[in-house]
Structures are given as C-alpha cells and as structure tokens.
C-alpha cells in the first residue's frame, strides 16, 4: 500500500477576526523569509467593462497608500534588504516579497498597509495608465502572447472573462479611473476572503500579531469590502465550430503553434491525470512530442506541453515553433501523437516513473527557494479551499496510472474541444492556409492514419518496480531534512587527480544536490570565424557520451528529475547539473560521463545547428534582447564581446565533429577545470567519489595551454549612437552601454551601487521613467566585470511618441550622478538590497555552486555572504561619484534605439 506523501513539514494554519487566513511554513535553517498576499481578484472577478481592472489595480497597489507615500513600499523594502513585486492571474492577484528575518514583520506590515488601505488617487493613476499602455504594447511585440492572447479569445469567447486579455485593451485602459479601482478594491480585496502565506525563518505568533494590531490600529474596512461574494465562473463559450482556428501574420523569425484542449478545474478528481499526461507528451527531449517532431520528423524546432488550470474550465496546451511550410503537418502530427496514447501507444511504466520523479523533484527545489513553497500553499488555499488540498493533489497524481491517462486522453483530447492558432512571420512566403491547417489538425483527429509514435514492442511488466521506486525517493525525501553541516564545514576545497579543483559546501534547507564544472573559454576565447564555437560545443557536450546516444541520456536525465546543460558564456564555459539528493550518485556518474567522454555526433550536430538557425532567425522576437546585442556590437566593435553569443550559422556549419573533439579536449582539462558542489552532500564522500570517476580520465588529459587572449577593448573616442528602424513594432527599445570593470578591479563595487541605485523599484532612472512620468513599463540598469571590461547598461522600453522625452531623462539621470553622485537614502538603500539579493541567491544549491565554481576560476575571492557585505558596505558615497565621472562619461557610451519609424513626438501632459 503506498503511504502519504507530506509536501508541508510543517504548516501552520489561523484565522484573523474580520480578517485573513494566515498560512506560516516556519523553517529555522531558512536565512530568509517569503511573504505573498493572495486575493481573489483576477480576470474572474471582472465584469465585461472592467476588463484589465485588476491589473491596473495590481499597479496602483504601489502607489501610495493611508502611511505610505508613492513608491514608498518598494523603496523602503529595497532599503530592508529585500525584494517585492506582484502578478495578476485569471483567478487571482498575489504580492509577494523576500526579506531577511529581521526585517519580516515591518515589511508585512507595510505590505498589508498597501494592500488594504491604498490611497488610489487620481493623478496617480493617470500616471500610471501610460505605464500600463507601455506593458500592453510590450505583449504585442512578443508573438507567442499574441497567439496566447487570440487562443483564450477563440477557446472561452468575448463574453468570458478568461477570454479578457489579463491586461485589458488599450480602449479600456484608457477609461479606468479612481471610482472604478475603489470600486474594484472594495468587491474584490476583503480580508476575509484573502490569504497570507508565509515561509522561512518567521515566527507565527509575531506574524499573526503583526496583522492583528495592523488591522486594530486601522480600523475596519468598508462593509462592502468585509462582505465580497464567491466569485462564480462561467462557462466557456468558444467562438465558432470545432476544432476552432485562427490564423495569423506578425512581425515574427518563426512560425508560432499552438493546439489547445478544453479540460476541467483545478479541483477536478480529472486534473492530476491531465497533468501526467501533459508532462508524458511534452516535459523535455525525452517527452513524445519532442522526440517525434524536433528530433524525428524536423517538423518543429521546439515544443511542449502545459496545462492552465483555474476556477473554471482550463486548456491544455500543446505547440511550440516551425518553420511556416510546416505549419500543417506539424498541428497534424500534435494532435496525431496525443490521441495515440489513447489506443495505440498508452503510458508506459517508464514515462509514468519519470513524471513521479519529475514531481517530486520540482517540489524539493521549490523549498529551496521558499517563495516557490508559499506559492503552492497560497495557491491551493485560494482555489480550493485548503493549503493542504496540494498535498491531496500530489498523492493523487502518484497514483495515477497508464489506463487513467488513457482515459483522460480520449474524454479531453477530442475535436469538439479544440481550439488551435497558428502566427506565420509577415515575411514568410506562403505558409499554411486555413483549409490545409484545418485539414491536417482533422487528419490527425481521424483514427485510420494513425501510427504508433509513442514506445514500441514487447511491454515488460515493470509498473510496479517503477511505482516502488518513486514511493521509496518520496519516502526518503520526507523522512529526514538534509544533512546537518557542523560550523566551520560551509566550505572545503580538494585538489583531485591531475590538478583539478573541488570546491563542496555541503547543507541547506532541502534534500537537493547541484554540481558545476567551468573552464576558461567563451566568447572571449574565439576569432571572428569561430564565434560561436563554445556555445555550440558547450550545449552538444551534454547531449551524449561514446556509451549513451542523446536519447538514452535525455531519458536517463528526465528519469531521475534532473537538470543537465552545458552553458558558454564571455568568459568561460561548463556544464551544470542538479537533482534531488537521493538520485545524485546516478546523476554524477553522468556528469562526468558528459565531461569526460562526449560524444559529439554527426546526428546530434545536425539538430542543434538547425536549432541555432532558428534561435537567430527569432531574434527579432524580442526587441529588447535585439537592443542589447546591437549595442554590444556598437560599444565592442571587433572585440568578441561585441558578436553575436551565437555565432554566425553560416561558419559553424563547417565545423565537423572531429573539430569539436579537439577543440573540447583542449579547453577541458585538468589545469583549466574547477568543480564545485552544494546541496546535501557528504565533502569527503563526494570527493573520494570524483577523485576514482576522474583518474582514468586525467591521465590521458592535454596539459592546459591558455590560447592567446585579444587585445582588450577600446574605449570610445567619442559618443556613438543608432536608430534602426522596425516595421510593426509597438514600442521604442532604448538601450545605452558603457565599458566598465574587469573582474581585478575593485571598482565593481561601486558600480554595483551606482546601477542598484539607478535601476531598483526605488532608484532614480526607475522613479523618473516610470513612477513620475509614467514613461516606461521596463526599466532596467546592470553593471557587469568579465576578465575584459564588462558593460554598464541602461535600458528603457517606451511609446515611440516618448522616445525622445525617455532618452532626455536618461541623460539627464546619468549627468545628475555624474555631477552630485547619489544621495544618501538612495545610496543606503542600493547597498542593502545588493546585500540581500546576495543572500537570497545562496539560498540555491545551483547558485552557491555555481558562485564557487567562477570565483575560483577567475582567482577571485571567495566571496561568502560576509565577505561580500562587508565589500559593499565598504563603499563609499565619494567611490560612485567617481565610478560615474569616470565610466559613465557622455562620449563613452554607445546607444542604440530599436523601434517603428517615429511619426510625431509625444504631448506633454496638461497635469504637469
């Protein structure tokens, strides 16, 4: 008999008086506390004339309320240490922040402050209205949520609310007001209907009695707020006869397709089975669909499966990108391969396995980051009723077996629930019609063209072996947490055979384990015909050994839960792996199967160079990555930095596989190799381990010889500056760069202060752009070291009738630092959120290794969480003044502006 499987350790629950549901999951090894609000107002709660009033709500939260200013809950959180943000669903809005224990009680006490007494003033919101027209058109240059958008509109019709775009129309935007959003707040935000989930290092009397006197002190809230109604779903009411379809053409690199299916709720006894089938036909290269339509049939460059789950009926959808000529046969063969798990090809005891683990997996690593956890738990208490109905729910999906897969395929995976879209490139020549996309989805429907695609021949009765298995790893992982670390054993340091280093820092606060390998190489390590090489190399490494093809590794890899990928990046490049702990010893004989022996096949350099074509030919997909890249290669020049992390396709089609081999054989070796391990790890068990994995292979091993590094990069003469117009687009990308500091130079420091200072939610460029002139929706500032100087960048996403007034501002921020510096709130500020950032990244496995592993390559100090506090706190006000005077000179920098050709300048608003 399978015993229960406990998500929740430890969860605690209450109810305020007049006030919310109170969910704590203490953790006392957590060095870091998750606080989120959930409400039941998402796109659900809306009328038909309120479409997107929940998100201009969302927005307005963080405008001031009865004892905060405007942006005072972002800056002042900053200031704390920690970090906020929030996101409106179909059924719910949830604000959620990250903070140190110490500052816990006083962020949700401005939180709550936020949430339920906001001010919603006039001007503000006529502020924040172009903001939100910025995020809309932001959406509308990003083809699959364009898609997204058409497909919700087609499966639930006009008339129901998850047919509403979540953002709403420009139109009705545009109309929404104080009256609507007070309106809004008072049916939708009661406490009593709204939930508090909490996780970490807290206490839950404290936490409880923060919300008691908040609400004591305040005073009671309206009585319509108190009294909201249960939000009833309808419906779906789909436009026009099944399978519904729509067909687009947008500015795009690739064909975007979806195939989507109507499926129950949530809390359907139905959804578990739904989403074993999802991950069975899409989770990663071991999945159906990706092996029959990427590596198989080439008719899909990449594809997946997922399930929106809600309050009312959901969509299960399955779809990816092509190429437009194969639109047709590609929504053929989707639809073909998920009705064959009806009949022809049922779930096999092996896939069922691999979607327990894969579960499993996800939520051990979720307790890692603590955010993940009270999501779940703030999540399931919203939408059914009870925190522990996700405890219902995974045991529920354990059970699940290949008949009730079966069954659910053929009850939902039928054409009177379909609805599908295809987005063809406005370039592209032809592409699908109508009539032959129609044909092809009703071909794969039809029963007599079906061919078995899923696993084939004799079926060994392995069911209850694999079923064993996954209830033995859950049993493990709940049984004890990971294992306790005695002070002075955070970090050890091994030399292994050959020179190699080790780096292990054993603990944490879930049973996970990440490996990390690095090397010097990347970009900075290629010439011009060669650009692209370590991106190429690093990503085909990890696909296959000389003893295990792509197909065996990619099953062994999602058979076990885990994460393995090569990476290449300007300075180096790796490959990186994770588990959950109990798995680790098969996962680490992998990795060094990958490290040592890769297989570099013909096969497997065929599909990831058609897979690199079509990453680049869907650059232009998003503009603001497009901005970055144009403005490296305006600030580099003929530096490596400034080509394209990809390389030109063209040049590495010439590159064969006896090249790769000799080229990895001499960038991976002892001498230029640094190992690092985090999690719940034994330091001298898993170094005795890779010392006997290695042994063979260091002795066989090249002695590293460092290729010769290019010049370093120039400063510009003088200001460089492009416009580079794109036809269709919705929005101006404005994206200025400058050379900053190498990894040996101190100075990073202070720029990461200056950029903190400048970019945060509460920083001057942010404040400027966004919250005061209502500008731009994304605004970001980023400095970065590398062994060659890295980039100081400034980016900003705005209207094009703005564009000039956002780069004036720009300028006019960075002339205001230059000349004064920064002042000392915003200084003080930008130093605690980098300290804690830091602290809330090491709460990772993956990133501690991964931290250690580059440091020690790059011969830097180790940088533990006092360390780098102490660097940090170290800088002084007169350091970013200089760091500003001397990086950030005007005739330095290089900027480039991405958008549609400028038709007029945009008006000044009569209120200022």
Same mark, same amino acid.
């Given at each position: ?5 406990s998500l ?6 209450r109810?305020l008086?007049?006030g ?10 957590a060095?870091?506390?998750s606080i989120?609000?959930?409400l039941?107002a ?17 927005h ?13 809950l ?18 719910a809005?949830?604000y959620?922040?990250?903070?140190l224990?110490?500052?816990a ?13 906001p001010?919603?003033?006039q001007?503000?919101a ?10 809309i ?6 083809p ?15 008339d129901h ?6 953002m709403?129309?420009r139109?009705a935007?545009s109309?929404?007001g104080r ?6 707040h008072?049916?939708?935000y ?7 989930a909490?996780s970490?290092?807290v206490?839950?009397?404290a936490?409880r009695g923060?919300?008691?006197?908040k ?6 809230l309206?009585?319509?707020v ?8 309808p419906?779906?009411?789909?436009v026009?006869?099944?399978?519904r ?8 690199g690739?064909?975007?397709?979806v195939?989507a ?14 989403e074993?089938?999802?991950?069975i ?12 339509m990427?590596?198989?049939t080439s008719l ?6 997922e ?10 959808f ?11 046969s590609?929504?053929e063969?989707?639809?073909r ?9 049922p779930a096999?005891?092996?896939e069922?396995?691999r979607v327990r ?5 996800d ?6 980051g ?9 999540y399931?208490e919203l ?12 045991n529920?999906l ?5 008949k009730?897969?079966s ?6 995976l039928? =054409?009177?629930g #379909?609805?599908?879209? *295809?987005?063809?490139?406005?370039? &592209?020549?032809?592409? $699908?019609?109508r009539?032959?996309? !129609? ?7 039809s029963?007599e063209?079906s061919e078995?695609?899923?696993?084939t ?5 392995t069911?209850?072996a694999?079923r064993e298995?996954?209830e ?7 049984r004890r947490g990971p294992k306790?670390?005695r002070r002075?054993e955070r970090?050890?340091?091994f030399?292994? =055979?050959g020179? #190699?280093r080790?780096i *292990?820092?054993p603990?944490g606060? &879930?049973?996970?384990f $990440?490996?990390s390998?690095v090397? !010097?190489g990347g970009q900075r390590l ?5 650009a692209?090489l370590h991106y190429?190399m690093s990503n085909?490494?990890?696909q296959a050994?000389?003893?295990?093809d792509?197909?065996?590794l ?7 839960g885990?994460?393995l990928?090569?990476f ?5 490049i790796?490959l ?12 680490i004989?992998i990795?060094?199967g990958v ?5 570099f ?6 599909l ?9 030919r869907s ?14 290669a305006?600030?580099?020049g003929?530096?490596?930095f400034?080509?394209?992390p990809?390389?030109d396709?063209r040049?590495?089609?010439?590159i064969?596989p ?6 990895w054989?001499?960038?991976v070796?002892?001498?230029n190799?640094?190992l ?19 042994k063979g292979?260091?002795g066989r091993?090249?002695?590293w010889?460092?290729?010769?590094p290019?010049p ?12 580079q117009?794109v036809?269709?687009?919705s929005?101006?990308?404005i ?7 190498n990894?040996?130079d ?8 200056l950029?903190?200072?400048l970019g ?5 460029l ?7 002139r ?8 980023s400095?970065?070291e590398?062994?060659d ?12 009738e703005?564009?000039e007034?956002?780069?004036?501002v ?20 930008a130093k605690?959120f980098?300290?804690g950032?830091h ?5 990772r496995?993956g990133?501690k290794a ?7 390559l790059?011969?830097l100090e180790?940088?533990?969480?006092d360390?780098?506090?102490k660097k940090?706190?170290?800088v ?9 005077r001397?990086?950030l000179?005007p005739e330095?920098?290089?900027m480039?502006?991405l ?7 945009r008006?000044r608003r009569a209120?200022?």
């Amino acid at each position: 008999m399978q015993s229960k499987i406990s998500l929740f350790k430890t969860l605690r629950r209450r109810r305020l008086p007049e006030g919310p549901k109170l969910i704590c999951l203490p953790d006392e090894n957590a060095s870091t506390v998750s606080i989120q609000i959930w409400l039941p107002a998402g796109t659900s709660a809306e009328k038909k004339d309120e479409a997107g009033l929940a998100h201009f709500l969302e927005h307005m939260i963080f405008k001031g309320s009865r004892n905060l200013g405007v942006g005072e809950l972002a800056s002042r959180v900053e200031a704390a240490g920690g970090d906020i943000n929030a996101y409106t669903m179909s059924d719910a809005t949830y604000y959620y922040l990250a903070c140190l224990p110490e500052t816990a009680e006083d962020c949700l006490e401005m939180l709550a402050d936020a949430v339920w007494w906001p001010r919603l003033d006039q001007t503000e919101a006529d502020r924040e209205r172009g903001v939100i027209l910025a995020e809309i058109d932001r959406s509308m240059d990003q083809p699959d949520q364009v898609l997204q958008h058409r497909l919700f509109e087609k499966a639930y019709g006009k008339d129901h609310p998850y047919g509403w775009p979540i953002m709403g129309s420009r139109r009705a935007v545009s109309g929404f007001g104080r009256r609507e959003l007070r309106r809004f707040h008072s049916r939708c935000y009661a406490p009593s209907r709204s939930i508090v989930a909490v996780s970490g290092r807290v206490d839950m009397s404290a936490i409880r009695g923060v919300l008691r006197e908040k609400f004591r002190a305040e005073g009671e809230l309206p009585s319509s707020v108190r009294q909201s109604r249960r939000i009833h779903v309808p419906a779906p009411r789909p436009v026009g006869a099944a399978p519904r379809l729509s067909i687009l053409r947008e500015r795009s690199g690739l064909a975007h397709l979806v195939v989507a299916y109507e499926i129950p709720s949530f809390t359907d006894t139905d959804a578990p089975a739904l989403e074993v089938l999802a991950m069975i036909l899409g989770m990663g290269e071991s999945s159906r669909l990706y092996k029959k339509m990427c590596v198989e049939t080439s008719l899909m460059h990449e594809v997946s499966a997922e399930n929106f789950f809600s309050l009312g009926a959901g969509l299960l959808f399955l779809g990816g990108t092509a190429a437009s000529g194969q639109a047709a046969s590609a929504a053929e063969m989707i639809v073909r391969i998920g009705r064959e798990i009806v009949r022809t090809s049922p779930a096999t005891p092996e896939e069922l396995e691999r979607v327990r683990l894969n579960f499993l997996s996800d939520m051990e690593f979720r307790r890692e980051g603590l955010s993940g956890y009270a999501r779940i738990a703030g999540y399931a208490e919203l939408l059914a009723g009870d925190a522990r109905f996700a405890e219902v729910y995974l045991n529920r999906l354990m059970k699940v077996g290949a008949k009730e897969v079966s069954r659910v395929a053929e009850r939902y995976l039928r =054409p009177e629930g #379909a609805t599908s879209g *295809v987005l063809i490139p406005l370039n &592209a020549g032809g592409g $699908a019609t109508r009539k032959e996309l !129609l044909r092809g989805i009703l071909r794969g429907f039809s029963e007599e063209n079906s061919e078995a695609s899923g696993p084939t021949g004799a079926r060994k009765k392995t069911g209850t072996a694999a079923r064993e298995r996954g209830e033995a790893l859950a049993s493990r992982l709940g049984r004890r947490g990971p294992k306790r670390v005695r002070r002075g054993e955070r970090e050890v340091v091994f030399r292994l =055979p050959g020179g #190699a280093r080790l780096i *292990v820092q054993p603990g944490g606060v &879930a049973r996970v384990f $990440a490996i990390s390998v690095v090397c !010097l190489g990347g970009q900075r390590l290629e010439d011009k015909k060669r650009a692209g090489l370590h991106y190429l190399m690093s990503n085909l490494a990890a696909q296959a050994t000389r003893s295990m093809d792509s197909d065996k590794l990619a099953g062994r890899i999602d058979g076990l839960g885990a994460v393995l990928e090569g990476f290449s990046g300007r300075n180096s490049i790796g490959l990186s792996g994770s588990c959950i702990s109990p798995v680790s010893d098969e996962l680490i004989e992998i990795f060094i199967g990958v490290l040592t022996e890769p297989a570099f096949s013909q096969g497997d350099l065929s599909l990831t160079l058609r897979e690199i074509r079509a990453e680049r030919r869907s650059d232009m997909d998003d503009l603001s990555d497009v901005s970055r890249l144009r403005a490296m290669a305006l600030l580099y020049g003929d530096h490596p930095f400034g080509r394209h992390p990809l390389g030109d396709p063209r040049a590495l089609s010439r590159i064969d596989p006896r090249a790769l081999r000799r080229a990895w054989r001499r960038c991976v070796v002892p001498g230029n190799l640094v190992l690092s391990v985090a999690g719940d790890v034994d330091p001298a068990a898993i170094s005795k381990k890779l010392g006997r994995l290695l042994k063979g292979w260091t002795g066989r091993s090249l002695a590293w010889r460092p290729p010769l590094p290019p010049p370093p990069p120039v400063v510009p003469a003088r200001g460089r500056s492009r416009r580079q117009v794109v036809e269709g687009a919705s929005q101006s990308h404005i994206q200025l760069a400058f050379l900053g500091a190498n990894f040996s130079d101190s100075r990073r420091y202070a720029l990461s202060v200056l950029t903190t200072a400048l970019g945060s939610q509460g920083g001057g460029l942010f404040w400027e752009l966004r919250e005061r002139r209502g500008l731009a929706y994304a605004v970001f500032a980023s400095s970065e070291e590398g062994i060659d100087p890295g980039p100081v960048s400034f980016y900003a996403a705005t209207a094009p009738e703005a564009e000039e007034e956002a780069v004036e501002v720009i300028h006019s921020e960075l002339a205001r630092v230059r000349e004064s510096g920064l002042g000392q709130e915003e200084f003080d500020r930008a130093k605690a959120f980098l300290i804690g950032e830091h602290l809330r990244s090491l709460q990772r496995a993956g990133a501690k290794a991964s931290e250690a592993a580059f440091d020690t390559l790059y011969g830097l100090e180790r940088e533990g969480t006092d360390a780098f506090r102490k660097k940090i706190q170290a800088v002084r006000a007169e350091d970013v003044l200089a760091v500003a005077r001397t990086f950030l000179a005007p005739e330095k920098g290089a900027m480039v502006r991405l958008g549609p050709p400028i038709r007029g300048r945009r008006r000044r608003r009569a209120s200022r």
